[in-house]
């Protein structure tokens, strides 16, 4: 026969306190976590009204969509309007073209002109800087509107 062991109200008042504290710190964490939810909840606020301000005021963000140039004709086109049967440097086609009422954006409107200018099969280069019209590409392509503006 196996002998009774006696466990002494020492050990059980002990064991009954370890047990009590347990529960008595699994209380105060959910608390504490219910707090903590609530604060988490009120810092997320704060941050959406944070981050939609910084969208107002970023640096180099577009707070309205970019607008472009719609103009009826091509810059090709309007280039060959400009010079005609003329030859001339890009900065004259860019000031003719600009004051018949060709729109841009761009800074450097001509320096992009001489790009077209040189490397467009339309056009043909006389001398360093002085452009042409190529024999027979004078005529806007059809279907496009006919004024530069």
Do not use: W
Request: charged content about 30%.
């Amino acid at each position: 026969m196996a002998k009774r062991r006696y466990i002494s109200t020492a050990v059980t008042c002990a064991s009954e306190a370890a047990l009590e504290e347990l529960v008595d710190e699994v209380r105060r964490r959910k608390r504490a976590l219910a707090e903590l939810k609530q604060r988490r909840k009120r810092l997320c606020a704060q941050i959406l009204v944070l981050d939609s301000q910084l969208a107002d005021h970023r640096p180099g963000v577009a707070t309205a969509p970019r607008r472009y140039s719609k103009n009826r004709m091509t810059t090709v086109e309007a280039l060959r309007l400009a010079i005609g049967d003329k030859e001339m440097p890009a900065s004259e086609a860019a000031r003719i073209m600009l004051a018949s009422g060709f729109q841009t954006t761009s800074k450097t409107f001509d320096s992009g002109l001489r790009g077209v200018l040189s490397t467009h099969k339309a056009f043909e280069r006389v001398s360093p800087g002085v452009y042409r019209v190529r024999r027979g590409g004078n005529q806007p392509r059809s279907g496009r509107g006919r004024a530069i503006n």
